[in-house]
């Protein structure tokens, strides 16, 4: 949820309930729901907060929401508050997947803010459900541009796995092991690692690493590819390597 004076706008709501107890506890109004993609554990609460609220609810064009919406795609743009996000077509996990981009700070908003949905997790990226490979790529290519000091808000917190997952892949990553150790720390205090930072994730998760020799080498070996493999058959591998990894 993010909070602008009295109001507030919150992003991929999977139950209503929380919300509607963070806005009687703060006191807030529901301006706006932003959804990422159709998956009910990023859409169950918004038909009931639309209704007791009267939000305005965003969501992917190219896919259905259990609400009326306005649907956005790339380039197009969703306001409230006086905040302007752009919003990027991520396909992969879902074919229709979008994402939301607040570029800079506005109105005691701490900006940049990237709202990705199951696109790009901390350490890790999502399963590949409805797109292809090259789809997945292409989506975190474009996520992996953003400004270093983005904050990114993902839709789950996977991120220790996700972690145990990218030291098999670069067990040598010192930036990875000392990523590692502060996420440890934090999740033994039950404290959330996210929002992570754009800056990081470039240099710890695997999936926006693929074209790095430590990756490719890994995900060469552990794949058995033959060395003039593809950039989208690397990252298949990395992503089916991580499907089987335990
Ligand atoms: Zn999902």
């Not at 109105?107 to 696109?119: E, H, M, R, S, Y």
């Amino acid at each position: 949820m993010l909070q602008a004076g009295s109001h507030a706008i919150v992003v991929d709501p999977g139950d209503a309930e929380p919300v509607f107890e963070a806005l009687e506890r703060g006191q807030l109004q529901l301006a706006a729901i932003l959804v990422t993609h159709h998956h009910a554990d990023h859409t169950g609460g918004v038909a009931a907060l639309r209704e007791a609220t009267g939000a305005t609810v965003f969501g992917p064009a190219s896919e259905t929401i259990p609400a009326p919406y306005t649907p956005l795609v790339q380039g197009e743009h969703a306001e409230a508050l006086g905040l302007r996000f752009e919003v990027f077509d991520i396909p992969g996990h879902t074919a229709g997947h979008i994402a939301f981009f607040l570029p800079a700070d506005t109105d005691g908003v701490q900006a940049p803010l990237l709202f990705c949905g199951d696109t790009l997790f901390s350490g890790g990226c999502g399963r590949l459900f409805e797109g292809t490979p090259a789809q997945m790529l292409a989506s975190l290519d474009t996520l992996a541009m953003l400004p270093a000091d983005t904050r990114v808000c993902c839709g789950h917190e996977y991120t220790l796995a996700n972690l145990r997952f990218a030291r098999a892949v670069e067990p040598d990553n010192t930036d990875l092991t000392q990523y590692m150790a502060r996420c440890e720390s934090l999740r033994a205090q039950d404290v959330p690692t996210l929002p992570s930072r754009l800056g990081t994730e470039r240099l710890i998760n695997p999936f926006l690493r693929t074209r790095e020799a430590t990756v490719l080498q890994a995900v060469r070996a552990h794949a058995r590819l033959t060395p003039d493999a593809a950039e989208t058959e690397v990252f298949a591998a990395l992503r089916q390597w991580k499907n089987d990894f335990r």
